[in-house]
């Protein structure tokens, strides 16, 4: 099933979706105020990418530890 899929860069695809939808303007500062940076998306292309990949890794560790030690969430 791989195979058939196209090997995409996610950041890439993130900015086009952006580009398309606006989706990056939900993005807002804390404070609430205008934000400063020129090429927001990208930053927050960055950002989302880096999460997902840090989500994946938690999750395979807890995976880990419920097959080989035993180990359940309650």
Request: net charge negative; proline share 4%.
């Amino acid at each position: 099933m791989n195979a058939l899929l196209p090997r995409v860069d996610l950041p890439e695809v993130l900015l086009e979706v952006f580009a398309w939808t606006g989706a990056d303007a939900a993005f807002t500062t804390i404070t609430g105020g205008e934000v400063r940076l020129a090429d927001l998306s990208v930053t927050i292309a960055a950002l989302l990418v880096a999460h997902g990949a840090a989500a994946t890794v938690v999750a395979r560790e807890v995976a880990r530890a419920v097959l080989l030690g035993g180990w359940h969430p309650r």
